[in-house]
């Protein structure tokens, strides 16, 4: 008897092999272990089936590998929007990103109902100095359009070698159709703290995100705002617009401010997902009273500091609702060099608090309002909830500040397009007038009873 085996044939009877030994190497709840497996073999079945017909019958020869590729972004798409297969090249790109030095524009971006937009331009980048604004729908980059683009398609189209020009169209309310921008890449060397001294020994730390270098930059603006002779009365840390980064480095700024106690914990389907970080009492830690600043800029690694210094009553939180992004994602290198970017769990704060698709509530209230603006010129923030296939959140559903919007976003809000002052003028900043003017008075009460004991 002639038997004819094709390739596809002998890796669907590897899977099934291998899902077998799987379902019969795991005693526990084995009935509903085969169950579930027998579903995912008609799964694997119609997969292998779709796979063959597309390479022996599509009317042009088509590459194997980018048909499986093009399934697995696929599958991954259906999951939430921070889950994201990686090619060799992607996964490259987020290396060096973390890093904090890379040839591109410097622009955060997200996908909002299958569009690459804007969260937000870096301050003193070329996407900065262009004008692009946050909520800026990028519908075409060097004449191709980026419908069905993911996020790290995008990226790898808008980084490239310093002095390259790459041209991106814009979408924006307003508009009546896309408008161009030539923009020229440059050395994206991103500085994640700034501070300054304001007057009565007022300190400010401002955090633009959180990559490797971000701890020892905290460290050394410390160092240098720090007067032995005059210490610190208070400080304000800014952590406005802040997409996040790396939670390891968003575990170790906490630290720097907490002497002991929980500063996040996360949970998965996984036993290794579970994971408690704790503050260590290094002895150095900042003691002074401390003001944090959020928006709905706020988002992931600064949301977990704010929630650790919240909840263990280090700081007064002053602003408007962060973003939500409650969820812990691992990178994982594959065989052929590429790698999924997997959301495995959910972290929560010292108090045991699921952020998902909610935020950090601040403590105080207070909106940024720039009167140099009409209300139609002021943009509208989106959140994790306004995602499509965003991980619902535990629980109801926080209500918004009052004065804003149900679909999450304050109208009052100026975010990116008032960047430009933030932490420069306090009498056009408010939230930042408001922190430093709580700080003041903080000083002023402890006196007074100082005062009255003596």
């Known amino acids: 008897m002639n038997v004819n085996v094709s390739k596809k044939g002998v890796l669907f009877l590897i899977l099934i092999i291998l899902v077998l030994f799987l379902a019969l190497s795991g005693v526990p709840r084995i009935d509903k272990a085969m169950c579930a497996d027998k579903d995912t073999y008609k799964n694997l079945k119609l997969f292998n089936q779709v796979l063959d017909m597309i390479e022996n019958d599509y009317v042009e020869e088509v590459d194997s590998k980018t048909v499986i590729e093009g399934a697995i972004k696929g599958m991954i798409k259906t999951l939430d929007p921070h889950s994201v297969y990686l090619t060799p090249e ?15 524009l410097g622009i955060e971006i997200t996908l909002v109902d ?29 004449g191709e359009s980026t419908k069905g683009f993911t996020i790290y398609d995008a990226v790898h189209k808008l980084r490239g070698t310093v002095g390259t020009t790459v041209t991106i169209s814009i979408m924006r309310e307003g508009f009546d159709q896309p408008k161009e921008y030539e923009i020229t890449r440059d050395k994206i060397k991103i500085q994640s ?5 304001f007057e009565d020994g007022i300190g400010y730390i401002r955090l633009t995100n959180f990559q490797e270098t971000t701890t020892q930059e905290l460290e050394d603006a410390l160092d240098e705002i720090s007067i032995k002779d005059e210490p610190l009365k208070g400080m304000v840390l800014d952590m406005r617009n802040n997409p996040g980064g790396l939670l390891t480095q968003a575990v170790r700024v906490s630290d720097i401010f907490l002497s002991s106690g929980v500063i996040v914990s996360s949970k998965g389907r996984q036993d290794d997902s579970e994971k ?12 002074c009273p401390m003001v944090v600043l959020i928006n709905g800029g706020t988002a992931s690694a600064s949301e977990i500091v704010a929630g650790a210094l919240q909840d263990n009553g280090r700081a007064l939180i002053l602003g408007t609702q962060s973003f939500g992004k409650g969820s812990v994602q691992i990178v994982t290198p594959l065989s052929d060099g590429s790698a999924l970017k997997l959301t495995v769990a959910k972290y929560y704060t010292p108090s045991g608090t699921s952020i998902q698709a909610k935020g950090i509530a601040p403590d105080i209230v207070v909106e940024s309002v720039d009167h140099r603006l009409t209300a139609k010129e002021k943009i509208k923030r989106l959140r994790e909830k306004d995602l499509k296939n965003h991980i619902e959140g535990e629980g109801e559903t926080i209500e918004e500040p009052e004065g804003t919007p149900d679909e999450g976003g304050s109208t009052d809000e100026t975010d990116e397009i008032s960047e430009d002052i933030i932490g420069v003028d306090l009498e056009k900043d408010l939230q930042l007038k408001t922190a430093v003017d709580i700080l003041k008075s903080w000083q002023i009460l402890k006196k007074q009873g100082t005062d009255r004991a003596s």
Not at 276 to 287: L, M, P, R, S
């Open 90 to 104: 992607m996964y490259k790109d987020l290396s060096v990103s973390t890093k904090g030095v890379f040839g591109g």
């Open 114 to 142: 299958d569009i690459i937009t804007v969260v937000a331009p870096l301050e003193d980048t070329p996407a900065y100095r262009a004008g692009l604004k946050a909520g800026d729908q990028i519908v075409g980059i060097d």
């Open 193 to 197: 703290v700034k501070n300054r001294v």
């Open 276 to 287: 408690i970080f704790k503050a260590q009492d290094d002895g150095d830690e900042v003691t």
